[in-house]
């Protein structure tokens, strides 16, 4: 595991307004109207933070998110929403789910293609929020992606094809795809002359934020994060840095795969440049094996985020076997891999000895509160139960 600050001198200075709570409360009524809304739960660990000698262990579980199993159709919903207010000159508030889907708004859009790339449980949300509109998805997924999320993708009706590129290529190949054809591109990664819909996606994770920070029942010391490009954690950075102003923050880390930590490599570097993970990513983290930072995501990050740590594939394992066997009197949780990694980072700072300057530098003490998301559960059951019950990435020393 390897281990960097986040730089002093952006520290604050970057807007994150659009991630206050008056957003995030906007994005969960747009959430809260969906007939299949129901707030995911979020889990007391007592007994694992006190095995691991702290004051609290909570994680919030979004493999209960609207039936899809992972978080993602939050902000793919979100974005698909406020394009269409946007098209229409309505105000997001306006635009419940009920009207989104109705023959009137249906007769008014026509017919729209919105595309995106994904490993899984993106592109799942983006299809499925097209077909609840009776409108059409296509998603390019990269090499190396499982037959189980593929055909996922595909139950909602969409146009699926894995190709032989990686993460950053196929949404290339997709962007492309959206300017031939006029189609709408969906995607939570950004560029010059590409800022609405991922800004839009990143405050659609609000509402994951925003029912846990209503479910603590006490404030949160440390929060830990997993990053792909950069946009949920930079969503939920600044949701708590809107929420508890300057010193009254958490400490926020950011957590990825060392076979893709963009984030960790751009903050390690420090010289304002966004640094890039080229090639194959080869992690099991599939969710966060992105290779170039969201510039969006990636400005809240550099002004509010305070450290980053990069883990070997079986940190993430040790996650979700812990989270998977639980402590009698603790509630199960079933993670994925990208759901466990923070989890699993949280443990594996807080047990092994060999940790102790990351854990005394992030300041994990016996009155810490931790607070990790599960992004994901079981969306590829065959890697899942390869370790769960066959030992696959054994945690070691």
Known sequence: MQFTAFSQEKKNINNIDFLNMEHAKKVLQFHESFPMYQQTPLTDLKKLAEKLGIKGFYVKDESYRFGLNAFKVLGGSFAIGSYIAKKLDMDISKLSYEKMVSDKIRNKLGDITFITATDGNHGRGV???????????????????????????????????????????????????????????????????????????????????????????????????????????????????????????????????????????????????????????????????????????????????????????????????????????????????????????VMEMLSNPECEEIRRKIGLTDDSVVLCFNTEGATDKDNYYSIAWDGKEASYR
């Open 127 to 345: 299809a499925w929020t097209a077909k609840q509109l009776k409108q059409k998805a296509i998603v390019y997924m990269p090499k190396g992606s499982t037959q189980e999320r593929f055909e996922n993708i595909k139950s909602e009706n969409a146009e699926v094809t894995i190709t032989d590129l990686n993460y950053d290529d196929a949404v290339r190949l997709a962007n492309d795809e959206a300017k031939k054809h006029g189609w709408v591109m969906v995607q939570d990664t950004s560029w010059e002359g590409y800022q609405d819909i991922p800004k839009w996606i990143i405050q659609g994770y609000g509402t994951m934020a925003l029912e846990a920070y209503k479910q603590l029942p006490e404030k949160p010391t440390h929060i830990f994060i997993q990053a792909g490009v950069g946009a949920l954690a930079g969503a939920v950075t600044g949701f708590f840095a809107n929420a508890y102003k300057e010193s009254e923050k958490p400490i926020v880390t950011i957590v990825e795969p060392e076979a893709a930590d963009c984030i960790f490599r751009t903050a390690n570097a420090a010289d304002g440049r966004l640094h890039f993970v080229e090639g194959d990513m080869h992690t099991m983290m599939a969710g966060l094996a992105c290779g170039e930072p969201c510039n969006i995501g990636w400005k809240v990050l550099e002004s509010y985020a305070d450290f980053a740590v990069s883990c070997p594939d079986y940190i993430s394992a040790k996650g979700m076997r812990t989270l998977g066997a639980p402590i009698p009197g603790d509630t199960r949780i079933i993670s994925g891999e990208s759901g466990a990694v923070p989890s699993g980072a």
